[in-house]
């Protein structure tokens, strides 16, 4: 996600809690169906936090397909979230539908160094074992805030500046990690060609330059993220971008990994109507799979609203009819 809040200082649940409740699941690694449900869980609510946890599952629940959430986790505020932190809420979101874990967002990626973004997979990928069934090498990889200064960073960063050489290290030593441990890969690009700056960062030339020949072959899923309303309305033409896509990368399952209003909520009619209209993308090749994860949907459809115009029935409506 481009752009949000750090998140806030929240409860955490007990060691003991986590502990007790280990042995209570027992999990295996499960193919994600198509087309895939995809909803997100952000980290502007914290999912460690038991009342809202149960919101969260109760919405999920009620859905009429098995979704797949994406989680969020969020590095932390005053010093980094542990992967144990998680573990819990991981399992009980796992409980109803499949999970899709995202270590980190692209939004802190400039705060980390090649080193302690290895380090933060290595413990979220060991601690969380089969509760996550596909994990985001890398998100919105190619975008431009992706590197640079540091001094804003929260927790605060060990270094003042970071490069887009990183970037490229961060990306396929997670990527050489994850497969090295049989896990299923998923890297999302963003979808800037309508405006891209600088030019370098265009999702097409980007890829192109930085993505090595093995992933290029090896990635498991390759998604894309749009934010329509960044774009003043632009609506791209999905044929033509899923097949250069499914050219680039032949072996890959293709989807939307992200979309949503970003910044300022606009009236729910256009939201709904975004929702309608990503949901339902489907281009003509082999291997679109869907997904769409409406970034926004632990804010819009938690806590779970049955009422007919509300932001969940649109969703839910959305999400039954994908094909």
Known sequence: MRSKC?????????????????SAYSFAQRPVPAPIHGVTADDKNDIRDPKFLAALIASLQHLSVKPTTRI?????????????????????????????????????????????HLSRFKDYVSTMGEAVDIWEVGNEINGEWLFGD?????????????????????????????????????????????????????????????????MKTGLDYVLVSYYELDFHGYKPDWQIMASRLAEMFPNSKLGISEFGWSEKKP???????????????????????????????????????PAPDSMWSAINTAMANQK
């Open 267 to 305: 009236a729910d009619s256009i939201v709904k109507d975004v929702i309608q209209r990503y949901y339902a993308v489907r281009p003509n090749v082999k291997n679109w799979v869907g997904g769409g994860f409406y970034w926004e949907f632990a804010i819009d459809a938690v806590p779970y609203d």
């Open 150 to 214: 540091t001094t804003k960073c929260v927790p605060n960063s060990s270094v003042s500046s970071t490069s887009q050489a990183d970037v490229v290290t961060k990306m396929t030593e997670a990527y050489d990690y994850l497969k090295s441990q049989g896990k299923v890969t998923a890297l999302t690009l963003y979808y800037n060609t309508p405006d891209a700056q600088p030019a370098a960062n265009e999702m097409f030339m980007w890829a192109n330059a930085n993505i090595p020949a093995r």
């Open 6 to 22: 750090t998140g806030t200082s929240l409860a955490r649940f007990l060691a003991a809690t986590v502990f007790v409740t280990l």
């Open 72 to 116: 969020v986790y969020s590095p932390g505020k005053e010093k980094f979230n542990p992967a144990s932190s998680y573990l819990e809420a991981t399992r009980q979101i796992r409980n109803v539908g499949f999970v899709f874990g995202q270590p980190l967002d692209s939004f802190y990626m400039r705060c980390f160094t090649p080193a302690e």
